[in-house]
């Protein structure tokens, strides 16, 4: 690959020296870089992409990966991190390795991995008023001094259970080792094509993670638990796009048929990169 796009976290990188840096060294290697200012956290949409491009390079953190992969994905474009945060489980490239990793890109030492996302639909009164994609996950959580959320789950129009909990996360595989792993769900590859379900703190002694296959649909539907509650919970799309939820209110969630396309450069295994970056072994 030759021509890039460059979307950058400005709070990750000041001034875009880094950005910058990378769109001059690609263009000393005979490449083409367009670094685009306008990337913001409110984004929804992202158009005038220029035609040449080929890979989409983001720097920033997790939270970076996940919303410019959102708006990416309807493009077809492969999209590569640069580690400018913490963790960085999704970015690929970190800092001490910048010029190995975009000689890489530059020299086709790489391979692309599709992840599945979710889409989620939201009615409010039987109104579809909302609708978003989502690579990680998506959450459903208590709102404001809300103590417990009562939701039905159906899956394919049957009723899988009806639970009383902090809330429910909606999961890809991608997202397992997110907030899933954090709510005791289980960790799976992020090439597999399933769908979780993962209650957060059920007033249950029975309620586990469930495995769903990759077309099955999902309903959850908040239900009222006082007769004086007008606001129940919030839906988050990978932790950073909210909406409101009240009583009545479904949130219908399937597989999208938008996937994101991931770069990798490095020869480390998903289960090496688990061991160093949530285990914390080297």
Not at 141 to 165: H, P, Q
Not at 175 to 193: F, K, M
């Amino acid at each position: 690959m030759k021509n890039f796009l460059i979307m950058t976290n400005e709070v990750k990188d000041p001034g875009f020296s880094i950005s910058n840096k990378i769109r001059e060294y690609i263009e000393s290697k005979g490449g083409t870089a367009f670094l685009r200012k306008d990337f913001t956290e409110d984004t929804q949409s992202y158009s005038n992409i220029p035609g040449e491009v080929e890979c989409v390079i983001v720097l920033g953190g997790d939270g970076t990966m996940l919303h410019a992969s959102r708006l990416i994905a309807p493009h077809d474009l492969p999209v590569v991190g640069v580690n400018l945060g913490t963790l960085g489980f999704l970015t690929e490239i970190e800092m001490s390795h910048l010029s190995e990793g975009i000689d890489d890109l530059l020299n086709d030492r790489f391979h692309i991995e599709e992840r599945m996302m979710l889409e989620g639909c939201i009615y409010h009164r039987d109104i579809s008023c909302y609708r978003l994609s989502a690579l990680n996950d998506i959450v459903i959580t208590r709102s404001g001094f809300s103590r417990i959320i009562s939701f039905k789950i159906i899956v394919n129009g049957e009723l899988l259970d009806v639970y009383a909990a902090d809330g429910v996360i909606i999961s890809t595989p991608t997202g397992s080792t997110g907030y899933n792993l954090s709510a005791g769900g289980p960790i799976v590859n992020p090439e597999a094509n399933v769908i979780l379900i993962t209650p957060v703190c059920p007033h249950s002694l029975q309620a586990k993670s469930i495995v769903l296959g990759e077309w099955d649909t999902i309903e959850i539907h908040i239900q009222k638990v006082r007769k004086t509650q007008l606001e129940e919970a919030l839906v988050t799309f990978d932790g950073q796009v909210a909406e409101r939820l009240n009583p009545g209110d479904i949130i219908k969630i399937h597989k999208s048929r938008k996937v994101a396309k991931v770069v990798k450069v490095q020869e480390n295994s998903f289960y090496h990169t688990l061991r160093v970056k949530v285990g914390g072994k080297a």
